[in-house]
């Protein structure tokens, strides 16, 4: 009855919100910092979910159906998807979900994917695979493709995939993994739901993960007690990985992940049940499990951050950008060191479902909106 109330809630906020995806372009807002510039690069992506910039200035998105998408440097939709992608099941929140290029991507062409698949005996599951982009307009290709991990075991369950992606500066690659609506997974070793993974560039467990050594746990595992992380990204002077989770009703989290450390879920958190708001596990607080930099109740349903580290915006330099589905917007984080300092919630209700938030290479800050007729959106200086 829980996860019915909750999808049934997820599509009247998504029907809600998909008439924003048409705003009209070049819209001036102000914000506590800066006046921005709004405008549409992109209409008509299908529920996009995650975005990358190629070196050359082309960028990759995911649509969550199954289709990856090329934008040309000068910002126009490639009307043919890329071929020769690895199956995906698009089914309740998965499908086609992020993307993210190697850091030598120059030197070997690696692209990653994240998506949900079925296997034989009808449960699914976060996979990642790898391949490169070949072809030209109209006709790109994903080849050479490898299918680099496989979550275990995989589930009948239709959310809470994770699938976050984000490599650090050893190369070493960070992948998020939801609890899939499983909650007493999150707290398991044996099991990848609930964690943050740690993997070579070839799926492989990193060297030196907190776990590797522990005979009841997988290799892989970094952290624990994650229920759905949905967006994370390495803060631009430490080099340490932060990420945003989902809670129940409340509780919506933004941690600085370490290794081996436990978030809690489901043993404490600020959320509450779905169907009767009660309390959820032992309450906000216990010996040995971390607490969230900052939470938000009720919940915006936080979803895509990045820190901004341009020159476009000199006032939000070091500020995490984090994008709200249900809340519709698009929140500024200021920290100072690991303390958390203030937010504003800015473009409340004028663009619908932020699904994803990334600083471009120009300096820019770049926004998805889930959406079945969802855009590719960029906030630039007014003026």
């Given amino acids: ?44 992506l299908e ?41 995906v099941d698009p089914q309740g929140q998965g499908g086609l979900l ?12 690696w692209i990653y994917l994240t998506y949900s698949q079925r296997d034989a005996a009808g449960a699914n599951g976060t996979e990642l695979a790898r391949g490169r982009l070949t072809g030209a307009p109209g006709a790109w290709r994903f080849d050479n493709v490898e299918v680099l991990f496989r979550m275990a ?9 994770g699938a976050r992606l984000v490599f650090d500066r050893e190369g070493y690659l960070y992948m998020t993994l939801g609890d899939r609506g499983e909650m007493a997974r999150a707290q398991r070793l044996d099991d990848h739901a ?9 799926g492989k467990p990193a060297p030196g993960n907190p776990f590797a050594r522990q005979a009841d746990a997988r290799p892989e595992i970094f952290s624990l007690g994650n229920r759905n992380v949905q967006g994370a990204a390495l803060h631009p002077k430490t080099g340490a990985l932060w990420a945003i989770e989902h809670g129940p009703q409340g509780g919506d989290e933004l941690n600085l992940i370490q290794a081996g450390a436990n978030y809690g879920w489901p043993v404490i958190t600020y959320g509450a049940n779905y169907v009767t708001g009660t309390r959820i596990g032992e309450g906000t607080e216990k010996a040995g499990m971390a607490q969230p930099i900052k939470h938000w109740s009720p919940s915006p349903a936080i979803s895509g951050m990045a820190f901004y ?37 800015m473009l409340r209700g004028r663009v619908g479902r932020v699904r994803d938030v990334r600083v471009g290479p120009d300096g820019l800050v770049y926004l998805l909106t889930d959406q079945p007729n969802g855009a590719l959106l960029r906030l630039a200086p007014a003026g």
Wanted: aromatic share 6%; charged share 25%.
């Fill in 194 to 202: 609930g964690k943050i993974l740690r993997l070579t560039d070839d």
């Fill in 47 to 87: 529920n996009p979910w995650g975005m990358a910039f190629l070196p050359d200035g082309r960028m990759l998105i995911t649509e969550r159906p199954g289709r990856l998408r090329v934008i040309s440097k000068d910002g126009q939709l490639d009307p043919q998807p890329v071929a020769g992608l690895p199956r």
């Fill in 309 to 345: 580290d341009g020159d476009r915006f000199p006032q939000w330099r070091g500020d995490v950008l984090i994008g709200a589905l249900r809340g519709q917007a698009v929140i500024r984080v200021r920290l100072d060191g690991e303390r958390f300092v203030e937010d504003e919630v």
């Fill in 1 to 44: 009855m829980k996860h019915t109330l909750f999808f049934r809630l997820a599509v009247v906020s998504m029907l809600l919100a998909s008439p924003m995806a048409s705003h009209a372009a070049d819209e001036v807002i102000n914000t506590g910092k800066h006046a921005l510039r709004l405008s549409t690069v992109v209409n008509g």
């Fill in 153 to 161: 075991p995989k589930s009948r369950a239709g959310q809470h995939f």
């Fill in 98 to 109: 992020d993307v993210a290029i190697h850091p030598q991507y120059a030197k070997n062409g």
